[in-house]
């Protein structure tokens, strides 16, 4: 079954061979066989010739010694024409006979029946076509054939046969002559056998080799009875006999059997022979077949066969050609399936490795190659399920394949990521296309009435300048494209520098991996001071200090954190910790305060997020009204529909929210007003250039005023002088955080700081 699967047309061949060496073979038998029907028919014409001749001639060697008695007893007989003829008249009656005749032992005639004053017929003894026989006759004691003639008297071609009577003594009386007609008890031999048409019989003298006759003969009856028959084709016959039965003319002589063999004659023709002596009457019986005649009638029973075998043949290659190609159509779906991605029937990752090749060869010109990442994509799936995905993903095909350049090829990589090749190789057409491929990937997509925005990050590698392999073009593009996705919606060419950082990364990915392990990872926590310089609570921050690396900055690691999937699991480790300790401080100071915990893209995301986080308030036994959740605005540009439910669950088990970093994304206020929000925190970038500034300046009062207007808290991050602490104050806001008032300290330092100052009672 598995060949039958690999290779139909291997099945067929073999089928189509052996079914050709079986009518191969059925041919050689046919062959055997149709040349053993012609061989036994001719050996059973020359059994019924040898018989026929032999039964005739007896027959009438008997007669003519019963006449011969006869004439002998009354001698007054013998010079009586009519005493003669009254005795040979029943002789005359044989229809086969032509005449009858009775000559001194000189060949005088005595009697002839054919003319009524035999004194008028020629000497039989001086005529060259019967003086050979007549001296024959007186030296046998038996009857002798004569040379086959055309006899004047009865104007026919006739075949006597003559028998010498003698006295007591031996000596010869007279000689009796009888004609045979030619052409009439052998032709009737002739005329009773099937594929008579196809015989060639002949009666050969073996004392001269004239032939007494031969079923062609009518056609040329001089050339066939004035001449002897070939000896040399004789001789040729007795050789091929020789060769094949070892036996000598004597021996054919002596025991009479019947031989057949194939021989070819002077003239290059072939022809199937058998033959058989009689030795009574001293004669050759030969039946020849032309071996053209043989094939010919083979080769029409071939043919059949052949148009049998050609029939069954081709219905045979129609079968095979149906299953070939409903088993190509299979293979070739199967194949598309392996290759191409059922939703935007673009090529894939295995189609992919697989044309490479087509690509990337020895001495093959430069290509380029874009690794194309979609932002913000994974939002669509979790919120409104993969229909809506996929429908999107849809789409972004149809805008790739529309941008694709002249002998270029795009394939879906994988989930929302897509790679490009083009024979684009310069460094500003590859940025060019490269921002055009952004623009069409960032329009809205529209489906089922809803409006989704995303973007791309692209990371391009050249071949072979960063890679010979697949492998290492796409490992420099997935570099270039780690650079792109920092800021998003933007594209880079892979750089070696890019590598370096890479490399760093990863390994201070590796290095973060063992950290949770060996609890490397701690909390420290900055103070948050209102406008009279008391302690409304703390911010928690988490920081590394790695044995290998030293102290890493979380700016370092967090979005390692983030790529990598192990942020959940390192906000799971800063809730717990930061419940925990919080806790004991409170245990310790008698005192409540606020403490803002920093929540992650993915851990928000998280579908567990929520559970743990009520289960480790619940088993730190840590209020609730303690806790803010400190968002980064991106957050909610991410997905504001699928957030908005969460936050205000949150916002109803009494968990504060704070919007971090707000001003240096993109939220519009329609989006603010409808988020639980209860404080804003101005990002520390504003609060540096508010001196240098005017439009940083004006950015703080305007954020101050919105969160104002919102009836939100205002906190102001990376305060670090007086003069900055003052003027947001006059501005209007109502918390301060930096190293002015203090830098982020471990739970140790913390307890001191907050044991040497007084505390806002906000809780």
């Known amino acids: 079954m598995a060949i039958f699967k690999k290779n139909i047309w291997l099945i067929f061949y073999v089928l189509a061979l052996t079914a050709t060496l079986f009518f191969f073979i059925i041919s050689y038998f046919k062959w055997q066989n149709t040349y053993l029907k012609y061989q036994t028919s001719q050996e ?144 009737r031999l002739i005329n009773s056998v099937r594929h008579r048409q196809n015989l060639i019989v002949s009666i050969i003298r073996d004392s001269d080799l004239f032939q007494q006759y031969n079923s062609l003969g009518q056609n040329e009856y001089n050339l066939t009875y004035q001449t002897p028959f070939p000896k040399a084709s004789m001789e040729r ?270 390994h201070i990915e590796q290095e973060l991996r063992k950290a949770m392990a060996h609890h490397e990872l701690f909390m420290v926590y900055q103070p948050q001071m209102d406008i009279k310089g008391s302690v409304y609570g703390v911010e928690a921050l988490i920081r590394w200090n790695s044995p290998n690396l030293g102290l890493v900055p979380p700016n370092d690691f967090i979005p390692l954190a983030e790529a990598s999937g192990l942020m959940p699991k390192i906000g799971r480790f800063i809730v717990e910790t930061v419940c925990l300790e919080i806790q004991t401080l409170h245990k310790i100071l008698q005192h409540l305060f606020q403490v803002s915990i920093n929540i992650s893209v993915r851990q928000f995301m998280d579908a567990g997020f929520l559970e743990h986080l009520l289960q480790t308030i619940e088993q730190t036994q840590l209020r609730s009204l303690s806790i803010t959740l400190e968002v980064t605005e991106n957050l909610f540009i991410e997905d504001v529909h699928a957030l908005l439910p969460l936050l205000e669950q949150i916002k109803a088990m009494g968990i504060h929210i704070s919007m971090d970093d707000f001003g240096t994304g993109y939220s519009s206020l329609s989006m603010l007003r409808k988020l639980p929000i209860d404080e804003l925190k101005i990002d520390k970038s504003f609060v540096d250039e508010m001196f240098e500034d005017d439009a940083a300046q004006k950015m703080v009062q305007n954020i101050i005023a919105i969160g104002k207007n919102f009836g939100m808290h205002i906190v102001a991050e990376g305060v670090e002088t007086k003069e900055q602490k003052e003027l947001l104050s006059a501005f209007g806001c109502d918390r301060f955080q930096g190293y002015y008032f203090a830098k982020p300290l471990p739970k140790e330092d913390l307890l001191k700081f907050l044991q040497e100052n007084s505390f806002t009672c906000n809780v």
């Open 44 to 187: 059973n014409i020359v059994e019924l010739m040898a018989n026929a001749t032999y039964s005739l001639f007896d027959t009438q060697e008997r007669l003519m010694d019963i006449l011969g008695v006869t004439l002998r007893e009354d001698e007054h007989y013998l010079y009586n024409f009519q005493g003669i003829e009254k005795h040979v008249n029943s002789l005359l009656q044989n229809p086969d006979v032509l005449a009858f005749g009775v000559t001194t032992p000189e060949g005088d005639f005595i009697y002839g029946s054919s003319h009524k004053d035999p004194t008028k017929i020629p000497n039989i003894a001086n005529q060259p076509d019967s003086r050979d026989s007549f001296s024959e006759a007186l030296s046998y004691e038996t009857m002798v054939f004569g040379r086959t003639y055309f006899s004047p008297a009865v104007q026919k071609w006739a075949m006597p046969i003559r028998k010498t009577v003698r006295d007591e003594q031996g000596r010869p009386l007279f000689v009796m002559t009888t004609l045979f007609k030619l052409t009439s008890t052998f032709d």
């Open 237 to 506: 016959m007795f050789e091929t006999i020789f060769d094949i039965y070892h036996l000598t003319p004597h021996d054919l002589k002596k025991d009479e059997p019947l031989v057949s063999f194939r021989y070819q004659d002077g003239q290059g023709v072939e022809y199937l022979t058998s033959i058989k002596y009689n030795k009574t009457y001293k004669l050759w019986i030969v039946v020849h077949t032309y071996v053209d005649t043989i094939i010919e009638d083979f080769l029409q029973t071939l043919a059949l066969y052949f148009a049998v075998f050609i029939t069954s043949g081709g219905l045979f290659f129609f079968l095979f050609h149906l299953i070939a190609n409903a088993e190509e159509k299979r293979r070739n779906d199967l194949l598309y399936q392996a290759t191409y991605d059922q939703l935007t029937t673009l090529p894939n990752r295995s189609y992919l490795h697989q044309n490479i090749f087509n690509w990337a060869y020895k001495n093959a010109p430069a290509f380029s190659l874009f690794y194309i990442d979609m932002d913000h994509f994974k939002n669509i799936n979790d919120s409104f399920g993969h229909q809506f995905g996929d429908y999107v993903l849809v789409e972004i095909a149809k805008r790739l394949k529309g941008m694709l350049p002249v002998d270029a090829d795009v394939i879906r990589y994988g989930g929302d990521e897509f790679v490009m090749m083009t024979h684009l190789c310069e460094r500003q057409e590859l940025l060019f296309f490269a921002t055009q491929l952004i623009e069409a990937l960032s329009r809205p997509y529209d489906v089922q009435e809803l409006h989704f925005n995303i973007g791309a990050s692209i990371g391009i590698a050249i071949y072979p300048d960063h890679g010979q392999s697949l492998d290492m073009l796409l490992r420099a593009s997935d570099i270039a494209l780690y650079e792109s996705k920092k800021i998003k919606n933007s594209a880079h060419i892979f750089a070696n520098a890019m590598q370096e950082g890479f490399l760093k990364n990863v």
